[in-house]
């Protein structure tokens, strides 16, 4: 894992490395998950059963769907506190995304004209639950809670089989997910995973429905299919690898820095972890205690590629310098590891999740915090959001003319239309007038 300088020569040309990690990896798949489309599209359930196969080596024809009965022998298998637990996980997470969701509103105008914004639920989602290097019951919670909030009728799941069935019944389902489903009121949960669930997602196969949004983060090939079917449906993000920066001031336990860094890396390979610090003693010693702590997790190999690859402590001139670096970048995760946060806040322009203070480390807001662990990464926090109960809703505009106000607002309507050449436009409006 390097540490470097920011005015090292080098240093640029280093982070730019890291924040195109997607992209690069992108280009080498979208030949392959275009195949994986096509196929789809072409032959429905018989393509879907055969990737699963392929990649996942489960038989899944004609047990696409998870049976009501495997979801109820996975929530037996699951301990009673575990359950309590994505319980108070669902209850937080609900709460935070009443707040701000949009409501339908009207008003007159000076000129007599009601005008409004009806707001509508979209009718059916879609959420992808990750399912290779590890489960996340967490993503179901985080993706269904806030449709559910929005008021989405069909909320379904794909996810990916693993390789043997467990004996608590669930089919090769993680049964941590299962129970995440039922708590979240998911409608139904299919065994299937990769580019080739987004496939059906988005064109629909004899089983598994078609729906207009698709939500969730997966690895490369799940990304790029998501950018690829997008416009047939709508998207929440195109998530890439995830990543963690984190700005300190020398203050705090170097330890717990080093954890930070380590909790992000074990994702994947292509995860990202960064620290800028101001302190040159506090540097050092989180590259040393990375080393020390890294010896007793059990995602070792993981960790050690992401750190080597993608992993970086930058010694930054002051805290205005740190902010800079931190602000191009557009993190998705950005700790404020800093002795008084809330007065740099104001100074964020992009980040994903901020997380003020050596107490709050970035695991918070994957799992009890409320706010949605959904968020914008490789930089695209500089124009988009966290997932959000307002993306599972749409938005239409109302408006109503009364005779008094088309009378006063038509002769200019008449000529807007006139000088874009629109003369059929204008004439809808002035055989009206006439008539008035």
Known sequence: MKLIDAKDPSFEKILGRIAGRGAEDASRVEKAVRD????????????????????????VKGRLRVTEKEIDSALRAIPKKDLELLKLGAKRIAAFHKIGLPKSWTIKDSSGVTLGQKVTPI?????????????YPSTVL????????????????????????????????????????????????YRVGGA???????????????????????????????????????????????????????????????????????????ASSILITTSHRTARTVKKEILLQLRSLERRRIIEASLEKYGLIIIAKDLEDALRISNTL?????????????????KIKNAGAIFL????????????????????????ARFSSPLNSTDFVKLSSVMEFSEKALKKLGPSIERFAELEGLIAHAKSVGIRLKEL
Not at 44 to 55: E, N, Q, W
Not at 333 to 343: A, D, S
Not at 357 to 380: I, R, V
């Open 196 to 270: 080739q669930a987004i496939a059906a997602l988005a064109y629909g196969t004899k089983t598994i429905p078609k729906v207009d949004k698709i939500v969730g983060p997966g690895n490369i090939f799940v990304a790029t299919a998501k950018r690829l079917v997008f416009g047939t449906v709508a998207i929440d993000m195109v998530a890439g690898p995830s990543e963690i920066l984190i700005v300190n001031d020398g203050s705090g336990d170097p330890a717990w820095l080093a954890s930070d860094m380590l909790s992000q890396a074990e994702h994947d390979e292509l």
């Open 142 to 189: 985080m993706a269904a809670i806030p449709a559910k909030v929005a008021g989405v009728k069909e909320i379904i799941v794909t996810t990916p089989p693993r390789g043997t069935h467990p004996e608590d019944g669930s089919g090769g389902i993680n049964p941590y997910v299962l129970a995440a489903s039922r708590i979240a009121g998911v409608h139904a949960v």
């Open 36 to 59: 994986i489309i096509a196929e789809v599209k072409k032959r429905g359930d018989i393509a879907l059963a055969s990737y699963t196969k392929k990649f996942d080596h489960v038989n």
């Open 330 to 346: 557009a993190p998705e995760h950005l700790e404020l590891c800093v002795r008084r946060p809330k007065e740099l806040l104001g």
């Open 357 to 380: 203070g050596h107490t709050t480390p970035e695991a918070c807001g994957d799992y009890l915090a409320g706010p949605n662990h959904t968020l914008p990464t490789g930089g695209t």
């Open 123 to 135: 009718e059916k989602v879609g959420i992808y639950a990750p399912g290779g290097k590890a489960a």
